[in-house]
Structure formats: C-alpha cells, structure tokens
T-cell receptor, first 114, second 114 residues
C-alpha cells in the first residue's frame, strides 16, 4: 500500500545533540512537508519542498535543517540550536504544490529531550 | 494574512447527540478547505474537503461540512456522535498557489460522554 512512513516513532535526544527524523513516501508525490505539533498550538510548518533539491523555510525553521536528494525522501534534522525540540513531528506530502491539493500524513515521530 | 480559527478548544458531547465544530478562515482568494481528524499519537486523516461547487460536502465516518462564504466559515457536523469519534479535529485552508502549504487551526478536542 502507498503511504508515508516516519521513523522512528519515538526518539530521545540529549542536550546538544543533533538528531534526524526520517520521512519516506511511495505515493510519487512531488511536494513534502514537515510540521511540528505542540499541545494547543495546532500544526506549525517547519520546512517544505516542492521538488528535488529545493526546499523553503516555513514559519518555525530556526534550529532545523532538511534535505531533498530523492523524490521519496525528506529527512528533518533537529539541531542543537533548537532550544525546545520536545514535540510531535509530522511529515506530509501532496501530489503537487499547486492549488487545492490535500495532504497525506505519516504517523508521526515523538521527540523528547532527556 | 491567511489564518484559520477554531474557537472551541475542547467540546464534550453525549453519545448519540449531534455535533458541530466551528471553523472560521481568513483567506484572500477562493479557499480550499479541509477537515482532518487525529487520534492520540497518530497522524492526521482527511475527513472531507471543499474545493468548489455544492457548499455542503459529505465526508467519511458520517461527517459533513458546510461552506458559508458570507460568514467565512466551514463548520463540521455529525448528526449522532459515537464514542469512537473522540479525537482532535483540525480545520485547514489552502494552498491557493504553488509554493504554499496548508494552514491549520489549533484544533478542537472532542470528548464523548456516555
């Protein structure tokens, strides 16, 4: 079945460490997105990519980095510069980056700083 | 600026009672509107979407929503709530052009009492 796979489901990070969250899709979608979810805050856009080797910052990009070397993969790195990384991270994709395209979501990764 | 407002943070409904979740949007063009549902620790699932045409749209799990341009609203309804409907519900708008992403409200948590 086609879908979006995020791994790991749970991730623990020590202070000062960088960690990378994986997102893979086999839907042949062009656009991919990373959202951060905190209680009561809804989903906030971190980064998105419309095509391979291109990406744009979202509303809360500071302390995060991404790459898009392959169409099916869009990993997110949470760097030590992100001061409050504990959150639920959701990856999504859309068929294109055009108008009215619905987003398909992965199951999320819960990151906790220990 | 584009935005989505879900005025109710938390709603409790008795099982079998009707449900209405409110969503108001601010958007500069014809909006593309979505409702998603999220169970705890999971990704988001699309309930329904409005692109154009009939302003009353039907979705999965017995949900429907009505687009009212004059009120900038897209409220979600269900005639009879089941205990399994307890979840968090998100309204989203966009994208209206290439290079943009969905904008989400902060969500409404639905509890169902027996």
């Amino acid at each position: 079945d086609g879908g979006i796979t995020q791994s790991p489901k749970y991730l623990f990070r020590k202070e000062g460490q960088n960690v990378t969250l994986s997102c893979e899709q086999n839907l042949n979608h062009d656009a991919m997105y990373w959202y951060r979810q905190d209680p009561g805050q809804g989903l906030r856009l971190i980064y998105y990519s419309q095509i391979v080797n291109d990406f744009q910052k979202g509303d809360i990009a500071e302390g995060y980095s991404v790459s898009r070397e392959k169409k099916e993969s869009f990993p997110l790195t949470v760097t030590s510069a992100q001061k409050n990384p504990t959150a639920f991270y959701l990856c999504a994709s859309t068929p294109g980056a055009g108008r009215g395209t619905e987003a398909f979501f992965g199951q999320g990764t819960r990151l906790t700083v220990v | 600026a584009q935005s989505v407002t879900q005025p109710d943070i938390h709603i409790t409904v008795s099982e079998g009672a009707s449900l209405e979740l409110r969503c108001n949007y601010s958007y500069g063009a014809t909006p593309y509107l979505f409702w998603y549902v999220q169970s705890p620790g999971q990704g988001l699932q699309l309930l329904l979407k409005y692109f154009s045409g009939d302003t009353l749209v039907q979705g999965i799990k017995g949900f429907e929503a009505e687009f009212k341009r004059s009120q900038s609203s897209f409220n979600l309804r269900k005639p009879s709530v089941h205990w399994s409907d307890a979840a968090e519900y998100f309204c989203a708008v966009g994208p209206n052009q290439a290079g943009t992403a969905l904008i989400f409200g902060k969500g409404t948590t639905l509890s169902v009492s027996s």
